[in-house]
């Protein structure tokens, strides 16, 4: 997995992709998964708000290509 964005630390992309390569090798322990779930739950609320800001942005007129492509 690539980087998440500026609003996930590196410790925490960094521990998400420990997880999910330790998880790949072995299976992981309930705290492990509990941490990889609490990881990925944060990604998807971000995910969620970031594409509803640019959808609001859409309708107001503006032009979001060039947010799609930085990724922001």
Excluded at 14 to 37: C, F, H, M, V, Y
Excluded at 58 to 72: I, T
């Amino acid at each position: 997995m690539s980087s998440c964005g500026e609003w996930f630390t590196n410790g925490q992309n960094e521990r998400l992709r420990d997880l999910i390569a330790q998880g790949k090798q072995n299976a992981l322990t309930a705290d492990e998964q509990a941490e990889l779930e609490t990881l990925l739950d944060q990604i998807d609320r971000y995910t969620e708000r970031r594409s509803r800001a640019l959808l609001l942005l859409k309708q107001r007129g503006h032009d979001v290509e060039q947010y799609l492509k930085l990724g922001v």
